[in-house]
């Protein structure tokens, strides 16, 4: 996710300053994947956080990006399910 994230950004150039700095916070704390979601140009990251890193990097992120935006990124949960299957 990180390797998709940088071409995008570097490559493709539909990254923004914002997006690659959530993406460098979750490199440092240890999130396991992180990557711009969307269409570009703005818009938001997607992160797979084990649940013992999630807090820390929910504060850090939303610590980090006031101190240099000014507000506080919005942060929605997401919990991954069973996804698409046979059901009998």
Do not use: W
């Not at 850090?60 to 009998?88: L, M, W």
């Amino acid at each position: 996710m990180y390797a998709t994230h940088h071409g995008l950004s570097k490559e493709y150039e539909v990254s923004c300053e914002e997006l690659d700095f959530l993406n460098d916070i979750a490199k440092e704390c240890g999130v396991t994947g992180s990557r711009i979601m969307g269409g570009g140009f703005g818009g938001c990251t997607i992160n797979l956080v084990k649940d013992e890193l999630y807090d820390n990097f929910i504060k850090t992120a939303k610590e980090k990006f006031n101190a240099k935006y000014g507000h506080e990124p919005k942060v929605y949960d997401v919990v991954i399910g069973q996804g698409s299957r046979k059901i009998c």
